[in-house]
């Protein structure tokens, strides 16, 4: 039989020789999980979790949610799988009606996928066969941000902004332009300033410039940032400013709401705060849940209109748009709408920001908290005046999560190099958080922080 592992946590878990967890932040195995419920999870050993960061950013409804299991029963005893090229299933014509509803005007044509990496993977890929539509060849630059994440394949890959997950596969991708992400709180300037928004925002127009107009394609943003910034919120004008340079220089504008979509920000997609309408939109994590892998491109109607008057989409995924996931999506989105779980977000994001702060008050090695609705980071520094990072050595990032894991709570961290401070952490539970709840995990956070603070390097 094979040997027992010890993880940090000390916690004994058996020898699994056949299941591979290779990802590079996984080094040690986390205990078993038994069953989940509301934001809490436990574990074979009876232990309670908090669900504090919603797995990472998709149980947004929370665990285990009856109405959602009851509509993938219902649509198991009926068909769990219907090649595309064979049949169209009610279960996804009703799940793109209700995405549509849901979309900005003139944004109505929805691409099923099964996951976020396969949703920005198809935006690329849209988006230069309307290029090739439109006699514009020579459109093949994608620009994106720096820091940013928009998925591990290698399309998405290449445009994500992430030295440690992307260097050792650059020499086999196509290198593709970025800019700085808007790191106002770093470079000392006023969010809510128009000026500090145009001023990031410029830098797109001159990264177009400096490449060369007639080659860009797309530019691709995370409304507000995921785990690469820690829900950076972009300054005052800035999505606006995006949006008129886009248009100028006919350049694609692709929202990455991946992570953004789906009610967490407290709109229903994060480019909903600032009034912005994309071109394309990739969207999946709180889209299903948690419940099945799912995603969705949704392009502007004329997009999709001349790529399928063309060619057609050279482009598609066999599970896509599987009847089990479009039942369980339908469902997840009814529930969203039926508890007004958006507005939740809202309101439980805003008092959850104000007890962030108020821990922010206590630990002087906070030097930031940002985010929207359910969205939301803090970020250590060793310094707030000047912004230094802790040191890289004392792992603050991985020590503080597993802190808070061996008292029963879950956050999501990042350490951020190359332009954003260090250590973030996502504090994002589900939709569904109550206040006494919100009680809960920033006492667990307060103690937590006490804890890594005693073991701070002076
Ligand atoms: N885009 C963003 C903004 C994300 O946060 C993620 C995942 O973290 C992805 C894309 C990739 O999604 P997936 O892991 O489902 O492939």
């Known amino acids: 039989s094979a040997p027992a592992i010890f993880s940090a946590n000390t916690l004994v878990v058996e020898g699994r020789p056949h299941m591979s967890n290779l990802f590079y932040q996984t080094k040690a195995p986390r205990p078993t999980l038994a069953r989940a419920e509301g934001i809490y999870m436990w574990d074979t050993s009876g232990k309670r979790y908090i669900d504090g960061s919603s797995g990472a950013m998709v149980s947004n409804i929370g665990h285990s949610n009856p109405a959602v299991l009851a509509a993938m029963r219902a649509q198991m005893d009926k068909s769990t799988f219907g090649y595309r090229l064979h049949f169209q299933t009610d279960a996804s014509e009703a799940l793109a009606d209700k995405v549509a509803s849901l979309t900005p005007k003139g944004l109505d044509r929805v691409f099923f996928v099964s996951g976020g990496s396969e949703a920005v993977e198809s935006t690329l890929k849209l988006a230069r066969q309307y290029a090739l ?3 514009q ?14 998925g591990s394949t290698l399309g998405a890959l290449a445009i994500t902004g992430y030295a440690p997950m992307t260097a050792p ?9 970025k800019i700085p992400a808007p790191r106002a709180y770093l470079d ?24 060369g107009p007639a080659t860009i394609l797309a530019f691709i943003v995370e409304p507000i940032g995921g785990a690469s910034t820690g829900a950076l919120v972009p300054p005052a004008g800035y999505m606006q400013r995006i949006r008129q340079i886009c248009d100028q220089y006919g350049v694609l504008l692709i929202h990455d709401e991946v992570m953004t979509g ?16 994309p071109d394309i939109i990739a969207l999946s994590k709180g889209f299903g849940a948690g419940y ?4 969705a491109m949704i392009a502007r109607n004329d997009i999709v209109e001349a790529v399928m008057n063309g060619d057609g989409f050279i482009h598609g995924y066999t599970y896509a748009g599987n009847p089990l996931a479009c039942a369980a999506g339908l469902a997840v989105l009814n ?3 039926q508890h007004s779980l958006t507005e939740n977000a809202a309101q439980m994001g805003d008092a959850l920001k104000t007890r962030l702060e108020a821990i922010m008050q206590r630990y002087p090695v906070i030097g930031d908290v940002r985010g929207k609705g359910l969205l939301l980071a803090f ?3 060793a310094d707030r005046a000047t912004k230094e990072p802790l040191p890289a050595a004392f792992n603050a990032h991985s020590r503080l999560v597993d802190i808070a894991y061996d008292n029963g709570l879950i956050i999501y961290s990042r350490r951020t190099r190359g332009g954003i401070a260090g250590d973030h952490f996502l504090v994002c539970p589900p939709m569904i958080v109550t206040e006494p709840q919100l009680d809960e995990i920033t006492d667990i956070l307060d103690q937590s922080m006490q804890q890594l603070m005693a073991e701070m390097p002076h």
């Open 169 to 177: 596969f650059d020499p086999m991708m196509h290198a593709m332009p």
């Open 379 to 381: 970020e250590l520094m």
């Open 137 to 150: 060849a020579q459109r093949t630059k994608v620009i994106s941000r720096y820091p940013s994440y928009h």
């Open 188 to 211: 000392g300037l006023d969010p809510t300033d128009t000026a500090t928004g145009l001023h990031y925002a410029n830098m797109l127009e001159a990264k177009i410039l400096e490449e």
């Open 133 to 135: 539509t439109q006699g």
């Open 292 to 295: 099945v892998p799912l995603g």
């Open 262 to 277: 789906g009610g967490r920000t407290g709109r229903f997609f994060g480019a909903d705060h600032w009034d912005v309408t």
């Open 335 to 337: 529930e969203i709408e």
